[in-house]
C-alpha cells in the first residue's frame, strides 16, 4: 500500500511554486496540531487520575513535547518560509510528524494492560480520529499522511491480530480497513490538490501569456503608429526642404479655399521664385545649389509667426505661402518681411547683380465667391510674381481681384507660364 505513495523527491517534480503551496499547507493548520495536542494531553491526564500509573503522565509528556516540536516548526516556517527550499521543510514536518504518530502509536499498548475497557474504546477512537485528520491534514505529501497512518494504527493492528483474541482479531480487520481508508483517502485528495494547483498554474501562465502577448501587441501598434506617422510625415514633406510638398499644398490651399467662402473671410496667397537659381546652380554646381534652397526655406519658415500659415514647395525654386484669413495688405507686409529676411541673410550669389540671393514674391488675394475656385487665386499670385520678376526681381508684386474674370486669368497665366523667368 504504501509504494503507491510518492516519496519526498516528488518535489522536484513539479514546479516550485506547486511545491511550495503544497509544503505550504502542512504549516497553515495550527488548530488542528492544538486540538491533536490538547486530546493526546488530555487523555494522559484522564488516565493519570483513574488510574494513578505514571505510564500516563509519560505519555502526556510525550505528546506535550511533539506537539511543541511541530509547533515550533509551523512557527519557523510563518517567519522564513523561503529561508529553505520546499523539500526540506517537508522533511521537517516529517520528522515532527512521524515522532507525534509514533506517539500516538504507542497508545496501543494500552489493549494489553489496561483493564477499564470503556478508556480503551476512547483511546482507539481517539486514534482512529488522529488517523483521519492526519491524512487529510497532511495530504499534499502523501510520505507523510502514510507514515502518520500506519504509525498510529499499525502498533494496534498488530496487537489485534497477534492477540489470539477472536474480539480483538475482527477489531484487527476493522482497524486494517481503516489504514486501507486513510491511506486511500489522503492519495484522493493529494491527486486533487494537485490536479487544482497544476491547473491554476496553466490558467496563471495562460493569463501571464496573453498579457505578455498583449503588451507586445500595444508595443507593435505604438510602433505601427510611430511609423505610420513617419511616413505621412515623409509623404507630406518636400525631401530636399524639408518643408510642405506640392501635394501637401494643393490639399491646403483647397480646405481653406472652402473654409473662406463658408466663413466669408478673404485668403491670400503668395508664390516666391529665387532670382536667377539656374546661374546660381550653373556658377556654384547643383549641390551648392540644394544647399541654397535649404537656407531659403528655413529663413522662410522663421519668419512665418501664425502657426495655420502653410510654407511649401511649389516646384523647383519655387516656395508657396497660404495666408488664410489675411486681406491683401497683410499678406504684402508679410512679403516684404520675408523678402527683407532672405536678403538679410547675404547668402554669396555672384552670379547675381545684387551679390547675394534674393527672391521675387507676388502676392495675390482674392474675396472668397461660391463661382470661384482656389486655382483662380493661384493662377492670380503667380502672374504677380510674374510682374515682380518683370519689375527687376528682389521685390514684391501684390495684387488684389475684387471679381473673378476667369477669361483675363488665364490669359495672364498662360503669358506668365511662357515668360522665361
Known amino acids: 500500500m504504501i509504494g503507491s505513495f510518492h516519496a519526498l523527491d516528488t518535489l522536484n517534480d513539479v514546479s516550485p511554486d506547486i511545491a511550495r503551496k503544497l509544503v505550504d499547507t502542512l504549516f497553515r493548520q495550527t488548530g488542528l ?25 509519560a505519555g502526556a509528556t510525550v505528546a506535550v513535547a511533539t506537539g511543541a516540536w511541530r509547533l515550533w516548526h509551523t512557527y519557523a516556517y ?29 497508545w496501543s499498548a494500552v489493549l494489553l494492560f489496561e483493564p477499564e475497557k470503556d478508556f480503551v474504546i476512547v483511546v482507539i477512537s481517539a486514534q482512529a480520529a488522529c488517523v483521519i485528520g492526519g491524512a487529510v491534514r497532511n495530504c499534499a505529501v502523501p510520505l507523510i499522511a502514510a507514515g502518520q497512518t500506519f504509525l498510529t494504527m499499525g502498533p494496534l493492528f498488530a496487537i489485534c491480530v497477534t492477540s489470539g483474541n477472536l474480539y480483538l482479531s475482527l477489531l484487527g480487520v ?13 492519495r484522493f485528495l493529494h491527486r486533487q490538490a494537485l490536479q487544482l494547483l497544476i491547473q491554476d498554474e496553466e490558467k496563471t501562465e495562460l493569463v501571464n501569456r496573453l498579457e505578455r502577448a498583449k503588451r507586445e501587441a500595444e508595443a507593435i501598434s505604438q510602433h505601427l ?40 473671410t478673404p485668403m491670400s496667397m503668395l508664390l516666391m521664385d529665387v532670382d536667377h ?33 502653410l510654407l511649401a514647395r511649389y516646384g523647383g525654386e519655387e516656395f508657396a505661402v497660404v495666408l488664410s484669413n489675411t486681406e491683401l495688405d497683410g499678406a504684402a507686409r508679410v512679403a516684404g518681411d520675408l523678402l527683407a529676411a ?19 514674391i507676388g502676392a495675390a488675394c482674392i474675396p472668397p465667391q461660391a463661382d470661384a475656385a482656389v486655382e483662380q487665386l493661384t493662377a492670380l499670385a503667380d502672374a504677380a510674381l510674374y510682374a515682380a520678376k518683370r519689375g527687376g526681381r528682389n521685390r514684391v508684386h501684390a495684387v488684389e481681384q475684387a471679381t473673378v474674370d476667369p477669361a483675363t486669368l488665364a490669359a495672364t497665366l498662360a503669358v506668365a507660364n511662357l515668360q522665361t523667368i
Not at 83 to 94: C, K, N
Not at 225 to 242: K, S, W, Y
Open 33 to 57: 496540531l492544538m486540538i491533536s495536542a490538547a486530546a493526546f494531553v488530555l487523555l494522559g491526564a484522564i488516565g493519570f487520575i483513574g488510574t494513578g500509573s505514571n505510564w500516563y503522565l
Open 277 to 309: 537659381f539656374k546661374a546660381y546652380n550653373d556658377f556654384y554646381g547643383h549641390q551648392a545649389g540644394d544647399t541654397c534652397l535649404r537656407e531659403v526655406a528655413a529663413t522662410i519658415r522663421s519668419s512665418l509667426h501664425r502657426p495655420g500659415d
Open 225 to 264: 503608429e510611430v511609423a505610420n506617422r513617419h511616413l505621412e510625415t515623409l509623404a507630406a514633406t518636400d525631401a530636399l526642404t524639408g518643408v510642405a510638398n506640392r501635394r501637401v499644398f494643393d490639399l491646403t490651399a483647397a480646405l481653406e479655399w472652402r473654409r473662406a467662402i463658408r466663413e466669408q
Open 342 to 360: 532672405i536678403a538679410g541673410r547675404r547668402l554669396l550669389h555672384e552670379a547675381s547683380a545684387f551679390g547675394h540671393v534674393t527672391v521675387s
Open 78 to 106: 510563518a517567519l522564513h518560509p523561503v529561508s529553505a527550499p520546499p523539500g526540506t521543510w517537508a522533511r521537517r514536518a516529517l520528522m515532527s510528524t512521524l515522532a507525534a504518530a509514533a506517539s500516538w502509536g504507542a
Open 174 to 186: 476493522f482497524v486494517g480497513m481503516h489504514i486501507a481508508a486513510a491511506l486511500a483517502l489522503a
